[in-house]
């Protein structure tokens, strides 16, 4: 008999299982649009001044908004993307809202080191943690820490604050840069469930494409996927589009022990050094539906075009806009999409048709156990008075986005390097 899904409070109004309503393109409690109207009475208090359909900036027509924050303490411009222009600004402004809470986190704080506090309190395993080249941990040195649920067996678990909040202002809080941080299992969502649910795939996604990023090539190149068997009528849409618009499309299955749909796609350019030339994008999606998974690979891969479109990202610098504009680059990148046959069905790919988000999660944790996780933390970051459910989650073992300045490979990542290593 399978194990009860750990339950946060619903907010107010709200039902313990939540059925899926919507599965275009994305699977949600209600419509985009209806999420957006909920939204728009609360842009001001979560300090959101424009909402800015950009989609027209490209020649793609697949749409991508910009959600600007100026008194934002991380990013002051978020994006959203998605088969329609609703879904895009829902999309953009959940993105925004997931920040403004963890800017603003008010929850008690335990300020103590390892050492300290092991005896008297759970606490993830920071063996497992995402580490840091010159990180300042040490098990006597102080941190702040705040409790989450541990949803594989709903208890209590105390994580490192430095992992949940995303107030960057300076000073920095008591015990910062022992890990590395990143936006990762930040979500919200229109049920906690959902958010839930989203935080966990966002998690999967980043581990998938590190440990992918380390096979060798021909690994990769099996990985391949066949675009001409996808059969999902929205996926076929998006990629319809970038053919119209000249675009080369690749997409890579991704997925890892962890058996949930993921993938990686890049769009280019056939025809690099023109005018109008612009660099390769990449994106990832995971969900436990492939179709899913693909179509927020391939909306990621278009919002990050944008993103260079736009110039609005305050986390770029020129040097990186003149490096991803090299037209050699481009043309190694497009040789690297083209190389060798895809190997892979769509339908190779497993899919799962699930009704409800506690199902989804159900089976989530399954596939994280299978794969030797054991602690999957859920911070509720969720404010009353804006009542959107927001968490973060953290999942001790699974690695982060490998190409973080300062990176550590963790315990997955360095497996998968001794096996590449050892074929050789």
């Known amino acids: ?8 409070p619903a907010a107010a109004g709200q039902a313990a299982f939540a059925f899926k309503q919507f599965r275009d393109g994305t699977h949600r409690l209600v419509p985009p649009a209806e999420t957006v109207e909920r939204l728009r ?3 001001p208090a979560l300090g959101i001044t424009r909402v800015a359909n950009v989609t027209g900036l490209d020649i793609l027509g697949i749409p991508v908004v910009m959600v600007c924050r100026p008194n934002a303490r991380s990013l002051s411009v978020s994006q959203g993307k998605g088969v329609d222009l609703a879904a895009a600004k829902a999309s953009g402004i959940m993105e925004a809202t997931e920040l403004y809470h963890a800017e603003r986190i008010t929850s008690p704080l335990k300020l103590g080191s390892l050492e ?5 309190h759970r606490l993830a395993d920071v063996r497992l943690l995402p580490q840091r080249a010159f990180s300042t941990f040490h098990p006597s040195a102080p941190l702040l820490w705040i409790e989450a649920l541990d949803w594989m067996r709903s ?41 839930v649910s989203h935080g966990i795939c966002e998690a999967v996604e980043r581990d998938a494409g590190t440990l992918w990023s380390l096979l060798d090539g021909g690994s990769r190149r099996a990985t391949r996927l066949d675009l001409a068997t996808v059969d999902d009528a929205g996926c076929r849409t998006l990629l319809d589009r970038c053919e119209r618009a000249g675009l080369d499309v690749a997409a890579w299955d991704i997925r890892s022990d962890i058996d949930i749909a993921a993938f990686r796609c890049m769009i280019a350019e056939r025809s690099p050094g023109g005018l109008s030339s612009l660099y390769p994008a990449a994106g990832m999606g995971c969900h436990p539906a492939r179709e899913v998974a693909l179509s927020r690979a ?23 806009y003149e490096r991803r504009l090299d037209p050699e680059l481009h043309r190694r990148v ?91």
């Open 1 to 8: 008999m399978s194990e009860p899904v750990a339950q946060q």
């Open 41 to 43: 009475p609360l842009l």
């Open 116 to 120: 300290e506090l092991r005896f008297t």
């Open 155 to 195: 208890e209590p678990l105390w994580v490192p604050f430095e992992l949940v909040h995303t107030n960057y202002t300076l000073p920095l809080p008591t015990g910062s840069g022992a890990f590395l941080t990143s936006s990762t299992g930040l979500a919200s969502g229109n049920h906690p469930l959902e958010a």
């Open 298 to 320: 391939l909306t990621e891969a278009v919002q990050s075009r944008m993103t260079m479109i736009s110039g609005s990202r305050d986390d770029m610098s020129r040097a990186d």
């Open 334 to 424: 497009l040789q690297d999409m083209r190389d060798g046959a895809p190997g892979r069905r769509f339908q190779d790919v497993p899919t799962r048709e699930i009704t409800t988000f506690e199902e989804d999660i159900r089976w989530e944790l399954e596939q994280l156990r299978t794969a030797g996780i054991e602690q999957v933390a859920v911070v509720d970051l969720t404010k009353a008075e804006i009542g959107i459910p927001v968490v973060r989650v953290v999942i001790p073992g699974l690695e982060t986005i490998g190409g973080l300045p300062g990176y550590v490979p963790g315990a997955r990542a360095r497996a998968r390097w001794t096996a590449r290593e050892g074929k050789r």
